[in-house]
């Protein structure tokens, strides 16, 4: 489709007319955000003084760096046990540094771009206050702050901070809105999301610019909404082509997250792709899922999307046959080697060989393609409205919760 046609289609349509986004103030808004699931150790560090309360209700005032480690069903405070088994710290001002060392970080999947959790160390540069909680054999660390200084710490995790700022602009109106979604739906839960691509890259301060923080401020309080509830927004690097449908990829018919004509995001680097892995790569790593599975001898596409991604795949085994959903081909040989489902592919010998378009399960926004747009000329209010239809912008104090679960 021409780009005048995809115009003509609505891209032009709509306008932010309300208020000025500085104006979109609201009550203070706070976010609980999971950086570490199982972390084996954490180190406060601060230019000041800390004071820290125990379960107990006790206030212990210390001096950093500070070690916390997990003792039976205890914590430990620079190798001492601690009475409890969970403590709060807040800076009164400055920022708190922590390092998380080793365990199972903040999940892998699906939003947008970033990093994914590993071994390791961990450095992060945090606002507001975080919490260390002993769970199972290791220790979670949470780290509530202001919804606007998370967004903040969102945006240059997602996107390039030197991309145009009505890029900016929508990335941080999509963080906001996903935030505020995923909060409204985490009541008895320890943390509202995880700062991983399971839900939207967070790496504390790391990164924010004088850009970031134009692009947040001016988009203060702002959230896309449905039926006045804050949407599920979904954003991915680059469709190539059609946007996907909900339905398709988490069996969920959301009315705002339909495909749309994407032909903005050419120039991304995951516009065109190719990768290869072993059939035996995949026996194993299906195996550990608890998959039964034998020798494989072929796969091939089974169904595609109307978008032309790969919906199903059939798999030839010396056991039989089964069917993989074109996602779960990617979760299980591995998101970074297969960028996405839009692909085509060749069994050579022992080798799988994939040729594909595009990057992540390309619902919702398309980051690339919003890059383009907004250096055409759009502004993120236009962007917003035509990667996700039928939604308006709303002040966060005005929006009333989701009727509906997300993916």
Not at 20 to 26: M, T
Not at 154 to 179: C, D, G
Request: charged share 15%; hydrophobic share 40%.
């Amino acid at each position: 489709m021409k780009l005048a046609t995809v115009m003509a289609a609505g891209l032009c349509a709509w306008q932010w007319t309300g208020p000025l986004c500085g104006e979109a103030a609201a009550a203070a808004e706070s976010i609980r955000v999971l950086l570490a699931q199982d972390a084996q150790r954490i180190e406060l560090r601060a230019g000041v003084g800390l004071t820290l309360q125990l379960s107990t209700g006790e206030h212990r005032a210390m001096r950093p760096p500070i070690s916390v480690t997990a003792v039976g069903g205890l914590i430990a405070l620079n190798g001492e046990k601690a009475p409890g088994d969970w403590l709060v710290v807040q800076v009164s001002s400055g920022h708190l540094t922590l390092v998380i060392a080793a365990g199972s970080s903040n999940g892998t999947s699906a939003n947008g771009n970033g990093v994914t959790p590993g071994s390791g160390m961990t450095t992060l540069e945090v606002a507001g206050q975080v919490s260390v909680l002993r769970r199972g054999q290791g220790l979670m660390v949470v780290n509530e702050l202001d919804l606007e200084e998370y967004v903040k710490g969102v945006v240059p995790s997602e996107v390039n901070a030197a991309w145009h700022p009505e890029v900016l602009k929508a990335q941080a109106v999509a963080a906001r809105t996903y935030a505020l979604y995923q909060r409204m739906l985490s009541a008895g839960r320890d943390y509202d999301l995880a700062a991983g691509t399971q839900d939207q890259v967070y790496r504390g301060r790391h990164g924010i610019d004088s850009r970031i923080e134009q692009a947040v401020e001016t988009t203060r309080g702002l959230v896309v909404t449905y039926q006045q509830a804050p949407i599920y927004a979904a954003f991915s690097s680059t469709a190539a082509g059609l946007t996907e449908d909900a339905l398709n990829v988490w069996s969920k018919d959301l009315p705002y997250l339909k495909g749309v004509e994407c032909p903005f995001d050419a120039n991304s680097p995951y516009y065109r792709w190719r990768t290869s892995f072993k059939l035996e790569t995949l026996e194993r790593n299906l195996r550990q899922q608890g998959i039964a599975v034998g020798t494989i001898a072929t796969l091939a596409p089974a169904s595609y999307s109307r978008a032309g991604r790969v919906t199903k795949l059939r798999v030839l085994h010396s056991q039989g046959e089964l069917y993989l959903r074109g996602e779960d081909l990617r979760r299980v040989i591995g998101y970074a080697v297969i960028p996405s489902t839009q692909f085509d592919l060749d069994v050579v010998g022992p080798d799988v060989v994939v040729s594909g378009h595009g990057a992540g399960h390309a619902v919702g926004l398309c980051q690339w393609g919003a890059k383009e747009l907004a250096e055409l000329g759009y502004p993120f209010a236009t962007i917003l409205r035509y990667y996700y239809p039928g939604t308006e912008l709303q002040s966060v104090s005005l929006v009333r919760p989701p009727s509906g679960l997300g993916p």
